[in-house]
């Protein structure tokens, strides 16, 4: 099932609570011209953070605060003092926290890097590097949280640092790793047992929850821990690496994915199964006050197509996990994703690949191809943007008819916006991307207007103002 089109020919309809609040080519303050709206997060009332490039060469780029009366001010941009010696040309990794407070990255990376944070008001340095580096041998950040009240979780790389320019444009950095805490200008380091050397900067995985909680996945050796959990600046081990899990095997590996409120924590967990040593089975797992769960394992079939692969993709504050399962398809030899929720041993399919969906606007059936971007929303949103379309069965070449973004919530699936619709003066084309959702629901999304390329920055509210459900 789903949401339909309207007659033959006709455009699919805009929604009537959608806004736009910012685009290519507006000025922001500083005299700031916006070339392209870069990126974009969303506190719960819908303030917004964003990066966007200006017109120039090279390219800079400046860090914005929308509030949610629509005034924009300045956060960081170039020239300002505060970032001395880093490069506003690469501006990235921002995260907000559901209370408004962000943080953000500048600079080129290793030895040009820095941690800037947002407190409502002011934008400060947590970690950089020369000049005025902190803290003491920052070289590099790698992953980044922010939580509730503007808790930040980082890790950041030390040395010894290596680097292979086997692909000068994508270089492979290498770093000892640190993982910190920072809270009202303080930082401080988070003490863990594994040894964090020759690490890729992103290898440490971070989650928070609205508690303050930060899940931290870890590259181990021997009996090192896999997970653990970051609470009241303690580090808490859950999971060692060559743990013995009844039913399940010996776990070699586990990345969590998200953690909920009450702090249980969705994550993939790789097994060997049969002592031998190495890796055979994949499972979703729920960690939840000790006791681990087995959402689904790789191995199974769905529709007759042997199930290759599984992913956890998140947690809402009911505990129910989200997950996709890759699936091989039978004639075109494709990957294909099916995608589902679990909730107290119960299992709910949302949507495959290869799924009848409604029809296009000509009145012709359509499958959903393609499944990108999902977001899990802690409300129980679950929200993706999917290519539709047919396959040609005498060629197997694909035919898309359409995209739209599509909400989940137990119920049957829901568009919520299509390309083709009509926003400010223009059409909405290219792609639609989800930039962000918050606790409510609320959509934050950036896409593409007509074909001058025209990047568009939208709000879609969960909720119209007279409305209380």
């Not at 819908?46 to 200006?54: C, D, G, K, L």
């Not at 002011?122 to 920052?138: I, N, V, Y």
């Not at 989200?322 to 929720?341: C, H, K, M, Q, W």
């Not at 012709?364 to 409300?379: A, K, S, T």
Request: with cysteine; charged share 25%; glycine share 14%.
């Amino acid at each position: 099932g789903g949401g339909g089109g309207g007659g033959q020919g006709d455009p699919p309809p805009t929604p009537s609570k959608l806004k736009v609040l910012a685009r290519d080519g507006n000025t922001f303050p500083g005299d700031f011209q916006v070339q392209t709206i870069e990126s974009a997060n969303m506190s719960d009332d819908q303030t917004v953070a964003i990066i966007a490039s200006e017109t120039g060469t090279p390219s800079l780029n400046g860090v914005f605060l929308r509030t949610p009366a629509g005034q924009i001010r300045s956060v960081l941009t170039p020239g300002d003092s505060r970032a001395e010696g880093l490069s506003f040309a690469n501006v990235r990794n921002l995260n907000m926290a559901p209370t408004g407070e962000f943080a953000f990255e500048i600079g080129n990376e290793l030895d040009n890097d820095g941690l800037f944070f947002y407190d409502g008001s002011d934008a400060r340095a947590l970690a950089r590097t020369d000049p005025g580096q902190t803290p003491e041998g920052f070289r590099i950040l790698g992953a980044l949280r922010v939580a509730q009240g503007g808790l930040v979780f980082f890790t950041d790389g030390t040395s010894p640092c290596e680097v292979d320019n086997t692909d000068p444009t994508d270089p492979d950095i290498s770093c000892a790793l640190r993982i910190h805490e920072a809270q009202g200008g303080e930082t401080r380091r988070i003490e863990v047992p594994n040894a964090l050397t020759n690490q890729t900067p992103t290898s440490v995985l971070l989650e928070v929850n609205s508690r303050g909680e930060a899940a931290v996945g870890l590259s181990a050796r021997g009996n090192e821990p896999l997970v653990g959990l970051i609470r009241d600046g303690q580090f808490e081990a859950l999971l060692p690496r060559r743990g013995d899990i009844e039913g399940l095997g010996v776990l070699f590996s586990a990345r969590p994915r998200a953690i909920s409120a009450t702090g249980a924590i969705a994550l993939d967990g790789f097994f060997d199964t049969d002592g031998d040593g190495e890796r055979d089975q994949e499972h979703v797992m729920l960690y939840d006050n000790g006791f681990i769960t087995s959402i689904e394992k790789n191995g199974g079939n769905f529709q007759g197509n042997p199930e290759v692969d599984v992913r956890a993709e998140g947690i809402d504050n009911d505990n129910q996990v989200i997950y996709r399962v890759v699936f091989d398809s039978d004639e075109a030899g494709r990957n294909l994703t099916s995608l589902r929720a679990w909730k107290d041993g119960r299992r709910s399919f949302i949507a495959h690949e290869g799924l009848a969906f409604a029809e296009d606007h000509n009145g012709d059936p359509q499958d959903i191809l393609d499944i990108d971007q999902v977001r899990v929303g802690v409300n129980g949103d679950v929200v993706f943007v999917a290519r539709l379309g047919v396959i040609d069965e005498d060629t197997g070449d694909r035919r898309i008819s359409g995209t739209r973004l599509i909400r989940w919530n137990g119920g049957p699936l829901e568009t919520l916006l299509e390309l083709g619709a009509s926003v400010d003066g223009g059409t909405l084309v290219d792609d639609i991307s989800i930039a962000d959702i918050n606790a409510n629901g609320d959509l934050l999304i950036i896409s593409s207007l007509d074909r001058s390329g025209t990047r568009i920055l939208l709000l879609l509210p969960r909720k119209g103002p007279d409305e209380n459900a």
